[in-house]
């Protein structure tokens, strides 16, 4: 079963989730706040996706993504905020968070983001099972498809799903230009409802993973007006 857990401490918003996300064939469990969340989490480390709130009292939405992400590499994180909270977003974003859905949504636009989501999350459980090995290189780098990590020399660089799959399409078309649009569709789907702004705050998060100088970098490299390239 598709497991989620819920992190929103306003009850109806939290109903609502729940509800529709049942509907949809996903097993939930739910939480009123942070605290409860990475008790949640820690208890039974089995879920695939977490939908978290922003805005709760206590610990606040941004440090449990922060602490789920340093558990795992592998659960999907999606966000809630409201429009407003632009900086929240990337906050959100750059802490790991895979995407973001701005409140007021739709049933049918949480759930397709979550689906969205859950597929990145069995794809890279599949290639686990399966004891995949392949290995892409390119220079200094090795992409390690089984792990979902990345070599740099004789440095582990440790990816979240989004960046895997970010870095996997520029080592498969290394030297050439790919548009912000193509990247969101390879990455998060023909079907995505959201901009192309979490293309650009995940390739900042991860220059500054694999950058010797982020500000300067000199592998992920901007085409400006267009996208990015990997250059070795």
Known sequence: ????????DENTIRDFIVIN????????EEACDG???LKRYNGSKDFDIVILDI???????????????????EVGIIILSARTQEIDKVTGLM?????????????SELVARVDSVYRRVAISQTRAEN?????????????NVKDRN??????LVILTQIEF??????FSNPGVPLSRLSILKRVWGEKYVGDEKVVDVNVRRLRMKIEDNPSLPKHIVTVWGFGYRWDE
């Open 1 to 8: 079963m598709k497991k989620i857990l819920v992190v929103e």
């Open 21 to 28: 996300l049942k509907r949809a064939g996903y097993d939930v």
């Open 35 to 37: 605290e409860e969340a």
């Open 55 to 73: 805005m709760m009292p206590g610990i606040d939405g941004i440090t449990v993504c922060k602490e789920l992400r340093k558990l795992s590499s």
């Open 95 to 107: 802490m790991g968070a895979d995407d973001y859905v701005s409140k007021p949504f739709s049933p």
């Open 131 to 143: 004891n995949f090995k392949e290995k892409l290189r390119l220079g200094n780098f090795i992409l």
């Open 150 to 155: 990345l070599l740099k020399g004789s440095e």
């Open 165 to 170: 799959q970010i870095m996997e399409y520029f």
